[in-house]
């Protein structure tokens, strides 16, 4: 049961790799695609330090999960009506913690990944043709899994902007837990309660900067 959460909670985040030519696949199935490929290759060459320095994992996460992400438009979405209420530097500061959330959430749950198989079924356009949902049905110790992706293309590539298992969103699970937060405490009061809480889980400090001995680089040796 435990490899099986933490394989849910990591597919919540980004798909993984499926079995299939990348020929058949779509601009944005390849983007996840090439992201699981270099994962794939991280869990196998590099498991003992995935299991021995929890840092790593944390810069792994950041590096190769984080960028095929649309904070921006993740972060309206889940603050929701009170988006369009907070000052630029709320925004800044929410973006910040909520990322930093997102790295720990995926961090914890990378090291009980075990095995899988994904199937993709057929995507559905959104209103525009930069907005598709990538939908897909994933098999691990468990009966399979419909994990989809909804995905945009805001000029800088196709990112995941909302991932729904078994139909349910993690965009309105965030939204109705901020915003339960936000109405009791305020938007200081939500930050001050992701910041504290960020704090006393971090193993690393994580932030928009690279610096040497990157793990996407250590993957493509």
């Known amino acids: 049961m435990k490899k099986v959460t933490g394989l849910i909670a990591f597919l919540s985040f980004l798909a993984l790799l499926p079995f299939a030519q990348a020929s058949s696949l779509t601009e944005p199935q390849l983007v ?18 995935l299991e021995s320095d929890p840092s790593y994992v944390y810069k792994m996460v950041d590096e190769v ?15 929701g009506r009170f988006w369009k209420k ?5 925004k800044k500061s929410f973006k910040y913690e909520f990322k930093r959330m997102l790295v720990r959430t995926y961090a914890t749950a990378f090291n009980e990944l075990d095995d899988w198989n994904m199937t993709y079924l057929a995507s559905r356009q959104g209103k525009t043709t930069d907005d598709i949902l990538v939908r897909t049905k994933v098999t691990g110790d468990g009966p399979p899994v419909a994990v989809d992706y909804r995905m945009r293309d805001g000029g800088q590539g196709w990112k995941v902007y909302d991932v729904k298992i078994e139909g349910m969103s ?23 309660h992701l910041r504290e809480n960020n704090d006393q889980k971090a193993v690393s400090p994580i932030d928009d900067s690279t610096g040497d001995g990157k793990v996407s680089q250590v993957a493509s040796n």
């Open 65 to 79: 999960l984080i960028p095929n992400v649309d904070l921006d438009r993740v972060s309206s979405l889940v603050l």
């Open 86 to 90: 907070t000052t630029d530097d709320q």
């Open 170 to 192: 993690l965009v309105t699970n965030y939204r109705s837990s901020f915003n339960r937060l936000i109405r009791t405490s305020g938007m200081d009061g939500l930050l001050t």
């Open 32 to 49: 996840i695609e090439n992201t699981s490929n270099q994962i794939k290759l991280i869990l196998k060459r590099d498991r003992h330090l």
